[in-house]
């Protein structure tokens, strides 16, 4: 039967979870009913988390010059004892390895761009309404929205990166689409993608609306053939090897070593 989500959380879509979107079902349990099967403390998502919210106290504008060392220490604390640890010396580890991430990340991105950031971790919205109802909701989280002092009609946003390099264009552009209806004053929109390592090395890699051009209309059509849907079925896709609901959706079926045996024997 259909579930009127109204009476529900409005569904967010954002670089996060429009992947989900492959399946009906998946988007469905996970991102409106927000049935999401219990899971172990994520650590290296919390890491990620606490690398993000040091970074943004270093190049936030209210801070400059920039990039700001100062206080990396205070804000290291405060970022890493958000997060639950199993005792002091793994947290105390993880924040010494963030901050030299930190620290290296700062050295390789040079002071006038550093110096042209109008801010950071600044979340964004777009409610989309179909035939005058809420159906979703746009966000994201920009990392650091930048304007290069030579480059004024191009706004830039950073998004940093602790995890193994990988781009996903959907998710590329999600971001450039509330980009460019939240702030349109600008005539250009790039997206950089800051991968930051174990030493602090960055490699940058650029995504730009040219690159995502032809996508958009499919992640909206598909959206709506989501929200809209009287069902929401399983679809099996590449993504369901890392999905959190196939043990349930997908069970294994074993087979005993002696019923595998003589499989081909006549
Ligand atoms: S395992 Fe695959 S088919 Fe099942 S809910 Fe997840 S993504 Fe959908």
Redesign the pocket.
């Known amino acids: 039967m259909k579930q009127e989500y109204t009476a529900l959380a409005t569904p967010h879509i954002s670089p996060t979870s429009v992947n ?1 979107l ?5 988007f469905w ?1 996970l991102r409106v009913l927000k049935q999401w099967p219990p899971r172990p403390p994520q650590t290296y998502s919390a890491f990620g988390t606490a690398v993000h919210a040091i970074s943004a106290r270093v190049f936030d504008p209210k801070n400059s010059p920039l990039p700001n060392l100062d206080h990396l220490e205070i804000w290291a604390r405060e970022a890493f004892f958000k997060a639950r640890y199993a005792d002091r010396d793994a947290r105390q580890r993880d924040m010494d390895r963030a901050k030299r991430m930190v620290v290296g990340y700062t050295q390789q991105i040079d002071c006038e761009e550093a110096e042209g950031t109008i801010a950071t971790e600044r979340p964004m919205h777009v409610p989309i309404f179909v035939d005058g109802r809420l159906l979703f909701v746009l966000s994201c989280v920009a990392d650091r929205l930048l304007v290069h002092a030579n480059d004024p009609d191009t706004l830039v946003v950073v998004d940093l990166k602790t995890g193994k390099p990988k781009i996903e264009l959907d998710q590329s552009c999600v971001a450039l689409a509330i980009l460019k209806m939240t702030m349109p004053g600008y005539a250009r929109f790039v997206l950089h993608y800051d991968w930051i390592d174990e030493g602090g090395r960055v490699d940058r890699d650029t995504v730009t609306t040219a690159d995502v051009k032809g996508i958009w209309p499919r992640i909206l059509s598909r959206a709506v053939e989501v929200l809209t849907a009287e069902e929401h079925l ?4 590449p ?2 090897v890392y ?4 043990p349930s ?2 069970p294994e079926v074993g087979v005993a070593l002696d019923d595998a045996t003589d499989l081909f024997e006549e």
Request: proline share 5%; with cysteine; glycine share 6%.
């Open positions: 989900d492959a399946c009906s079902k998946r349990t399983s679809e099996p896709n993504g369901c999905c959190c609901l196939r959706c997908q």
